[in-house]
């Protein structure tokens, strides 16, 4: 079984559509958790934090589950520019190695 | 200031042949990591350098894998007797505590023929 484990996709959404991804990961003693966003053959940047209470960052929101070992991140307001590999990320230790889910890939289309 | 640089950004080898990859973590990170990316599939970990402690390679995925970080600054990892299994994207990451943002270089493409 995959540490992190996300849907493929992709997934084809029209502009201005609310979408969600999941995240699953199997190891409880996880502390950090991130989402992160790859353009296509580029290098992965931080899209945002998820914390234990869940936030927000504008179109984004992150949610996580601890007792069910679940990550969420909600996109609202779909933008064309949203389109790239949507990447859950998660960490047994503060600062150290971080454990990659193989991304599910969003096209957003006009 | 300059991101994480990689050098080079494309490097193609033949089998067996030994290969150098360099990186040039943010000025200041005291942490530095390596990943690999293969087509289609996650970034995998390979190694991990925090300050002077001994670097974690727990992710090294052979002895013909290693990895040097001289002065607290730059690290070069080190393939020998390449495969052509070895051919990835090899992304490095620096962060400025351990708790920090981990900011990634745009990677070296590594095709072994």
């Known amino acids: 079984r995959k540490e992190v484990e996300q849907d493929p996709g992709p997934f084809n959404v029209p502009e201005g559509a609310t979408v969600a991804f999941n995240c699953t990961y199997s190891?409880?003693?996880?502390?950090?958790f991130f989402w992160y966003r790859q353009d296509c053959r580029k290098e992965p940047k931080l899209l945002m934090s998820?914390?234990?209470s869940g936030n927000e960052d504008g179109r984004f929101t992150a949610q996580l589950n601890r007792a069910s070992q679940y990550i969420s991140l909600l996109i609202r307001d779909s933008k064309l520019s949203d389109s790239a590999t949507y990447l859950c990320?998660?960490?047994?230790?503060?600062?150290?190695?971080?454990?990659f889910g193989a991304g599910t890939i969003l096209r957003v289309k006009s | 200031g300059a991101g994480v640089s990689q050098s080079p950004s494309n490097k193609v080898t033949e089998k067996g042949k030994d290969v150098e990859l360099r990186c040039d973590p943010i000025?200041?990170?005291?942490?530095l990591y390596w990943y690999r990316q293969s087509l289609g599939q996650g970034l995998e970990f390979l190694i991990y350098?925090?300050?002077?402690?001994?670097?974690?390679k727990s992710g090294l995925p052979s002895d013909r894998f290693s990895a040097e970080r001289t002065g607290g600054s730059v690290s070069t990892l080190t393939i020998q007797r390449t495969q052509q299994e070895d051919s990835a994207v090899y992304l490095c990451?620096?962060?400025?505590?351990?708790?920090?943002?981990?900011?990634f270089g745009p990677g070296t493409r590594l095709t072994v023929l």
């Open positions: 990451a620096s962060s400025s505590r351990q708790d920090n943002e981990q900011f």
């Open positions: 190891n409880s003693a996880s502390q950090s």
């Open positions: 998820v914390y234990s």
């Open positions: 990320v998660v960490s047994v230790e503060y600062g150290n190695k971080l454990v």
């Open positions: 000025s200041g990170h005291t942490a």
């Open positions: 350098f925090q300050g002077n402690s001994a670097p974690d």
